[in-house]
Nanobody, 125 residues
Framework: QVQLVESGGDSVQAGGSLRLSCVASGDTASRMCFGWFRQSPGKEREGVAIIHTLGHSPIYADSVQGRFTISRDRAKNTVYLDMNSLRPEDTAMYYC??????????????????WGQGTQATVSS
């Protein structure tokens, strides 16, 4: 089992920035994927940014490419999502997720076994 706890969500104006954090604990594997997903009312959950523990190139949704950066601090067992140039359409509940042992990552939510409770990010115009 892997436990994930997110933090950092807030309300900001368009053009602003936020940093989301996800602390992982439990049975984390040496080869697994961590990801940030988001969901807003009436929309499907979207894979925003994905990272592999072995340092493969992160994967981003087209909608956030160039604005969001996912990173991982191994010593702190923490995954970050730096969100810049925020837009009102970025408003959503953001969830941290993790797979089990895995050699490759993608943005498909069904591949992720563990989920945090979510943290809300609201961007006003």
């Amino acid at each position: 089992q892997v436990q994930l706890v997110e933090s950092g969500g807030d309300s900001v104006q368009a053009g602003g920035s936020l940093r989301l954090s996800c602390v992982a604990s439990g049975d984390t594997a040496s080869r697994m994927c961590f990801g940030w997903f988001r969901q807003s009312p009436g929309k499907e959950r979207e894979g925003v940014a994905i990272i592999h523990t072995l340092g493969h190139s992160p994967i981003y949704a087209d909608s956030v490419q160039g604005r969001f950066t996912i990173s991982r601090d191994r010593a702190k067992n923490t995954v970050y999502l730096d969100m810049n140039s925020l837009r009102p359409e970025d408003t959503a509940m953001y969830y941290c997720a993790a797979t089990g042992l895995s050699n490759r990552c993608d943005r498909e939510a069904s591949r992720f076994n563990y989920w945090g409770q979510g943290t809300q990010a609201t961007v006003s115009s």
